[in-house]
């Protein structure tokens, strides 16, 4: 991952942390369209946008790319406990 990047996944981690979701999603946003194979900036980008379907597709990338992640996993099974 390229230095950019890099600083784009940090800053929107740090953003959604301090609750700031706008600022998360617009540079998580940045990663994902820059290279679509990280599956941090899918994981983090999940807890940044608020549609479901858009979570679902963020949790469901990063399961593509890492099978084993668990968070993710437990993120599909809470949208599907909520009728999502």
């Not at 800053?11 to 700031?20: F, I, K, N, R, S």
């Not at 999940?46 to 379907?53: K, T």
Request: charged share 30%; net charge negative.
């Amino acid at each position: 991952m390229d230095e950019q990047l890099a600083e784009w996944l940090y800053d929107g981690a740090v953003a959604l942390t301090q609750g700031d979701k706008e600022r998360a999603c617009e540079l998580l946003m940045k990663v994902t369209d820059a290279d679509e194979t990280i599956a941090e900036a899918w994981l983090w980008l999940s807890g940044a946008v608020d549609d479901p379907e858009d979570q679902r597709t963020a949790l469901e990338n990063v399961l593509t790319l890492d099978p084993g992640n668990e968070s993710a996993r437990r993120g599909l099974e809470w949208l599907a406990q909520q009728g999502m």
